[in-house]
Protein backbone atom coordinates (compact mmCIF):
# COMPACT_ATOMS: atom_id res chain seq x y z
CA UNK A 1 0.00 0.00 0.00
CA UNK A 2 2.92 2.34 0.50
CA UNK A 3 4.26 1.58 -2.47
CA UNK A 4 1.25 2.53 -4.42
CA UNK A 5 1.28 6.01 -2.85
CA UNK A 6 4.26 6.83 -3.34
CA UNK A 7 3.89 6.56 -7.14
CA UNK A 8 0.92 8.39 -7.34
CA UNK A 9 2.15 10.94 -5.06
CA UNK A 10 5.08 11.16 -7.33
CA UNK A 11 2.77 11.16 -10.82
CA UNK A 12 0.22 13.50 -9.53
CA UNK A 13 1.61 16.38 -10.49
CA UNK A 14 2.35 15.40 -14.13
CA UNK A 15 -0.81 14.18 -14.52
CA UNK A 16 -2.58 17.70 -12.84
CA UNK A 17 -0.31 19.64 -15.25
CA UNK A 18 -0.89 17.34 -18.40
CA UNK A 19 -4.87 17.54 -17.49
CA UNK A 20 -4.35 21.39 -17.28
CA UNK A 21 -3.26 21.52 -20.91
CA UNK A 22 -5.62 19.65 -22.41
CA UNK A 23 -8.31 21.49 -20.96
CA UNK A 24 -7.02 24.83 -22.83
CA UNK A 25 -3.45 25.42 -20.46
CA UNK A 26 -1.18 27.63 -22.25
CA UNK A 27 0.78 25.99 -24.85
CA UNK A 28 4.12 24.43 -24.13
CA UNK A 29 6.92 27.19 -25.43
CA UNK A 30 8.97 28.86 -22.58
CA UNK A 31 10.18 32.21 -23.27
CA UNK A 32 13.94 32.52 -23.63
CA UNK A 33 14.22 34.12 -20.19
CA UNK A 34 12.42 31.08 -18.72
CA UNK A 35 14.69 28.37 -20.25
CA UNK A 36 18.16 30.25 -19.56
CA UNK A 37 16.87 30.82 -15.82
CA UNK A 38 16.26 26.98 -15.58
CA UNK A 39 19.76 26.31 -17.14
CA UNK A 40 21.55 28.87 -14.60
CA UNK A 41 19.79 27.23 -11.47
CA UNK A 42 20.76 23.64 -12.66
CA UNK A 43 24.51 24.39 -12.91
CA UNK A 44 24.45 26.40 -9.99
CA UNK A 45 22.65 23.45 -8.13
CA UNK A 46 24.99 20.91 -9.69
CA UNK A 47 28.16 23.14 -8.98
CA UNK A 48 26.73 23.78 -5.37
CA UNK A 49 26.74 20.02 -4.82
CA UNK A 50 29.86 19.04 -6.45
CA UNK A 51 31.25 21.73 -4.00
CA UNK A 52 29.84 20.15 -0.81
CA UNK A 53 30.92 16.74 -1.52
CA UNK A 54 34.53 17.97 -1.90
CA UNK A 55 34.72 19.99 1.18
CA UNK A 56 33.34 17.03 3.33
CA UNK A 57 34.93 14.44 2.47
CA UNK A 58 37.61 12.65 4.50
CA UNK A 59 41.32 12.30 3.46
CA UNK A 60 42.72 8.89 1.77
CA UNK A 61 43.17 6.46 4.56
CA UNK A 62 40.83 8.25 7.44
CA UNK A 63 38.44 6.25 9.12
CA UNK A 64 35.37 8.02 9.89
CA UNK A 65 34.09 8.19 13.27
CA UNK A 66 30.65 9.09 14.40
CA UNK A 67 30.01 11.46 17.01
CA UNK A 68 29.31 9.51 20.96
CA UNK A 69 27.71 10.88 23.81
CA UNK A 70 29.36 11.16 27.25
CA UNK A 71 27.73 12.51 30.31
CA UNK A 72 24.98 13.52 28.38
CA UNK A 73 27.46 15.63 26.02
CA UNK A 74 28.14 14.63 22.52
CA UNK A 75 31.60 14.01 21.67
CA UNK A 76 33.65 13.22 18.62
Given at each position: ??????????????????????????????????????????????????????????????????????????R?
Amino acid sequence: MGVILEILLFISPFALYALWLKTGGRALSPSTAVLSLTAIGLVTAIAVAFWLGQGRSLNRGERYVPARIEDGMIRR
